[in-house]
């Protein structure tokens, strides 16, 4: 066997790319391990979204090389360095001018190729390969593989791209059009994913709820009737999905929180900003009322939802204004836990010219004042479980001996002990005890749900 490591960034869509890696290069003989300095393959898979995550990208892989060339001395063997994602998409070729020791380039929609890739690579030519075409089959169609062990949670791309063109994002240019895949192969994928022992799947997409395709009969489906014909796995016990675009939220998806109980009373609702001339300039297409109105609804259809968002603090053009209008709205929606990120240029993108960037102090006492909301709202949330009984997912051990975490409904980490030796996977309920700022902790009901 030869050994594979793979670093992710960013998004849960680039996490999933990385399980479909394994997958995909499982086959050629390639196994997972967990250092660069054993390993003959290494994948960084990166985020161009802000400057911070392109930046995480070289200093990663200036580390890759001290740790390849210590490898090259002490065995005399070569490792093939593969950039992926985003970063390699925006960047092509640039990425082998600042770093020549990368191998490969290839991007999101073309990492089904990487096998290829691989192959071609000769360490005494030190040539090199570069993939960073859309191609025109859909790469699922390639990707059909078994699945590796996933543990009792697992993403699952369902729409990838984006037509919204944001002025702010580089999503559209960075992983193409906006692309549904057809509901058998979700399917296939989902019935593969549990019978490898998965009990929660989050289906994935840069609008998740844009996603539509043709069901069976030819009728139009969107992501309400995907999910309610997922909730007939037998074993699949809970179905998330994010992040969702509040412009795609229709009513089949509302009802679909009331009347499937599968799925997972959580929704992340992305604002941006609270103001409706920013709202106007990021290009977002709807107002701080429209986004309100879609709170409103989904609380009338279940009003016990955790709701989640993100923020953009300090976009081109923000007045003091304009921030305090983002900080009456998250103050009327009340989040669950929300995102929030000062505003990066991206080159490229059309906010990136906009002539009256803020200042960055400024950028930062906004965003400290937003987060520190966000924060008491959470612990507020967080508190509200205190005394309710959940039913939670077992999702791993924690650091503690005898200690378990799991995950609420509501999307939160719960930990709680138990002498059980082999809980992970299973439902458990658990009576809240005491409530953190990033956590619950709780205590395990004797009886087992499952
Ligand atoms: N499709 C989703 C979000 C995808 S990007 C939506 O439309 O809401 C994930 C998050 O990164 C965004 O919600 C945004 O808050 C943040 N983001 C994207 N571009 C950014 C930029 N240039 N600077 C700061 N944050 C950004
Ligand atoms: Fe980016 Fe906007 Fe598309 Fe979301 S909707 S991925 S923020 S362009
Ligand atoms: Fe980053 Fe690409 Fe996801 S830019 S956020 S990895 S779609």
Redesign the pocket.
Known sequence: MKKLFIKTHG?QMNFYDSEKMVDLLKPHGYQLNNNVEDSDIIVLNTCH??EKAVEKTYSELGRIRDKIALRKEKTGKDSIVAVAGCVAQAQGKEIMRRSPWVDIVVGPQSFQNLPELIAKVDPIKKNKHVDINFPVIPKFDQLNHEVHDRGPSAFLTIQEG?D?F?T????PYTRGAEYSRPVKSIIDEAKKLIDAGVKEITLLG??VNAWNANGPNKKKWGLGRLIAELAKIKDLEFIRYT?S?PLDMDLDLIEAHRDIEKLMPYLHL?L?SGSDNILKLMNRKHTTKQYLKVIEKVRHYKPDIAISG???IGFPGESSRDHESTINVINEVQYSQA?S??????PG?P?GIYYNHVDEKVKSSRLQEVQEILREQQMRFNKNSIGSTLKVLVLKHGKKNGQYLGRSPFNQSIYFNSEELNLIGSTVDIDVTEAFQNSLTGKMKINKCT
């Open positions: 998004c979204i802000r984006c919204k944001c702010f994002c580089v999503v840069q609008n992040t675009h992305p941006q993100d923020f953009i995102y990120f000062k505003y990066s240029i991206r993108t906010a």
